[in-house]
């Protein structure tokens, strides 16, 4: 399996993380100062997930080339840089719905090109690497970026975040490696629809539900932690998520590779709805704080290991996967806001992730014991065979 790609891919996607993250710890706190309402931030933060519906279809039928690939880069660049010169609602939203356009592209053609690349017996620690590599631009987007806004203000924390994440531009021509042979070959390749609801609740609960609303959470407690504000405590818990993506996820995905997607899944997503479910009801920001970053470890252990055995399906199969995943990205920030907005309960978007969580553990416990574990597309190095796929 040749790595090259995989590391230089995964440290573009890296930077080019860096303004997309840093709105998820800062407007949760500052959207007042920005002229913005609650419902507002829901629509921000989920707009670039909306719009993902349909450009990931798109991504896959353009199939992609250095070019495409380098440009999504600079795009993605040029809407963290839109942020800092204007508050006005519409001009947010475009630059949100054109990251989400940018996004599409950078995580369909990377992905892709990782796993032609890779043997179908590690595609689940081959996508922990990819995740692992790429969490370190969100860890930085994160806190680094709530820290900037904090000491330097909105604008010029932008400014300093679409200046760095230029530098992916040039990791993508390097890292790109033949992704059209691979979309040509793998046109008609489909997916379970069992894949398409674990990506929904995935993307609804995780990067949706609880990373859009954990700032409100956090700000409702009546003890905060010396000498960090409510965004920067935020951002530094957020950050510990994608640390966990860069220590374990690797080791994580491994586990679905040598015990099956259906039990592990059973496991990690039982896992997870517990700690939201105690996450929703206990008071004290060491408490909640425990419950979330057991729920990330669960998470980081799902992420791997379904989307990794997607991608083995090929670009059509991965296309679909990741569209139901950001249905359900675009619909946890508002549903978490919204709930939030109509009932003054910050801490509603854990109790209805747990549920989500456990209807996940109902699917698979009751899913026939080979529906999850279905054949691949790649092999290492050897490119695509259409004629293996799952059904």
Same mark, same amino acid.
């Given at each position: 399996m040749s790595q090259r790609p995989l590391y230089l891919v995964s440290a573009a996607t890296a930077l080019s993380l860096l303004g997309d993250q840093a709105l998820y710890s800062v407007l949760p706190v500052y959207y007042a100062e920005l002229g913005l309402s609650a419902v507002q931030v829901g629509i921000l933060l989920s707009a670039n997930r909306w719009i993902r519906l349909f450009t990931n279809e798109l991504a896959h039928r353009v199939g992609g080339g250095r070019g495409w690939f380098a440009a999504a880069f600079v795009l993605g660049s040029l809407t963290t840089a839109a942020y800092a010169y204007t508050h006005s609602l519409a001009v947010l939203l475009a630059a949100r719905v054109l990251w989400g356009l940018a996004w599409s592209f950078i995580r369909h053609i990377g992905v892709i090109t990782i796993m032609l690349h890779t043997p179908a017996t590690a595609s689940g620690r081959a996508m922990g690497t990819y995740n692992a590599f790429s969490r370190v631009g969100s860890i930085a987007g994160l806190f680094g970026g709530a820290l900037l806004v904090d000491l330097f203000g909105f604008a010029p924390a932008m400014l300093v975040l679409a200046v760095l994440s230029v530098l992916a531009v040039p990791l993508a021509v390097l890292?790109?490696? *033949?992704?059209?042979? =691979? &979309?040509?070959? %793998?046109?008609?390749?489909? +997916?379970?629809?069992?894949?398409?609801? @674990?990506?929904?609740?995935?993307?609804?609960?995780?990067?949706?539900?609880?990373?859009?609303?954990?700032?409100?959470?956090?700000?409702?407690?009546?003890?905060?932690?010396?000498?960090?504000?409510?965004?920067?405590?935020? *951002?530094?818990?957020? =950050? &510990?998520?994608? %640390?966990?993506?860069?220590? +374990?996820?690797?080791?994580?995905?491994? @586990?679905?590779?040598r015990h099956g997607l259906r039990h592990t899944g059973i496991g990690f997503f039982a896992l997870g709805a517990v700690a939201l479910a105690f996450a929703s009801v206990v008071n004290g920001i060491w408490l909640i704080s425990a419950c979330v970053l057991v729920f990330f470890v669960a998470g980081t252990a799902l992420h791997a290991g379904v989307a990794g055995r997607v991608a083995q399906l090929g670009s059509g199969a991965y296309a679909r996967f990741v569209t139901g995943a950001d249905f359900g990205a675009a619909c946890g920030p508002m549903i978490g806001w919204l709930a939030f907005d109509w009932l003054g309960m910050p801490n509603i978007g854990m109790a209805i992730g747990a549920v989500l969580y456990g209807v996940c553990v109902l699917i698979l416990v009751h899913a026939p014991p080979h529906a999850m574990e279905g054949g691949v597309q790649f092999g290492a190095g050897g490119g695509a065979h259409p004629g293996r796929v799952a059904q």
């Open positions: 890292g790109f490696d *033949g992704v059209r042979h =691979a &979309v040509a070959a %793998t046109a008609r390749a489909s +997916v379970p629809w069992r894949f398409v609801v @674990l990506g929904f609740v995935l993307g609804c609960v995780g990067p949706g539900l609880v990373m859009a609303t954990l700032g409100s959470v956090l700000n409702a407690q009546a003890h905060p932690v010396p000498g960090f504000t409510a965004a920067s405590l935020t *951002g530094a818990l957020l =950050a &510990v998520r994608f %640390t966990l993506d860069t220590a +374990v996820a690797p080791a994580l995905g491994g @586990l679905t590779d």
